[in-house]
């Protein structure tokens, strides 16, 4: 299994709602990113996870919590969201310290 | 900061015909350089990397080259097909903290 499934693949929420994305790997790897993709733009790293732990925050702010429950699981909370969040986010995994990161197709999210 | 360049940011080419897509990078550092696919509403898919202890490295009509010395890279695609219409991304690995630095990104239209 080489792929990175994501959940779910559209999501419109206004902006007082609370929901969350879901990352998926089965490949064994223990590194998993969350990035946002804005039109034309090329994705913008927001966290890195290593063995399960947050290693890189790139001063995401708080309205955006994420987790990792175990080895093959990444979440992403969401909370009192801005429309400019309005973004493609895309979750990847790779082994740790290899650069070679694997994409899940991202979630749209639009915020009303 | 650091920095990639990539240029140009959009390029038409005939069908058949090549396409060359240049970047610079500013951390002499970097090793490992690769090249990402997106087509539109899809994830980033890697189609080539080089590392800095070669100068070139091909993939069938795919070809990347690497100048150190220069600090620059560039994408070569060869008898260029609808299906290569995409942003093409470029990307340098930072030594630093082992996180890749995106180029903006450039659209590649191939007409008929």
């Known amino acids: 299994d080489t792929e990175v499934t994501q959940t779910p693949k559209h999501l419109v929420m206004g902006m007082t709602n609370k929901k969350s994305l879901k990352c998926e790997q089965h490949m064994g790897h223990r590194a998993m990113y969350w990035y946002k993709q804005k039109a034309k733009k090329p994705p913008e790293l927001m966290f890195v996870?290593?063995?399960?732990?947050?290693?890189i925050n790139e001063s995401v702010p708080s309205r955006f919590s994420p987790e990792c429950p175990n080895s093959s699981l990444l979440n992403l909370h969401l909370h009192a969201l801005q429309p400019e969040d309005s973004a493609l986010y895309l979750c990847?995994?790779?082994?740790?310290?290899?650069?070679?990161?694997?994409f899940g197709q991202g979630t749209r999210l639009t915020v009303v | 900061g650091e920095n990639v360049e990539q240029h140009p940011s959009t390029l038409s080419v005939q069908e058949g015909d090549s396409a060359v897509i240049k970047c610079t990078y500013s951390?002499?550092?970097?090793?490992?350089f690769p090249w990402y696919k997106q087509e539109l509403g899809k994830r980033p898919q890697l189609i080539i990397d080089?590392?800095?202890n070669v100068g070139e490295k091909k993939d069938q009509r795919i070809a990347v080259t690497l100048n150190k010395t220069a600090k620059h890279f560039s994408l070569h695609i060869t008898e260029t097909q609808p299906e290569d219409s995409a942003v093409y991304f470029c990307a340098a690995l930072m030594d630093s903290n082992y996180q890749l630095i995106w180029g903006a990104g450039t659209k590649l239209i191939i007409k008929p």
């Open positions: 996870y290593s063995y399960e732990k947050l290693s």
């Open positions: 990847a995994s790779s082994q740790v310290n290899s650069p070679e990161a694997f």
């Open positions: 080089i590392r800095s």
């Open positions: 951390d002499s550092a970097s090793n490992y």
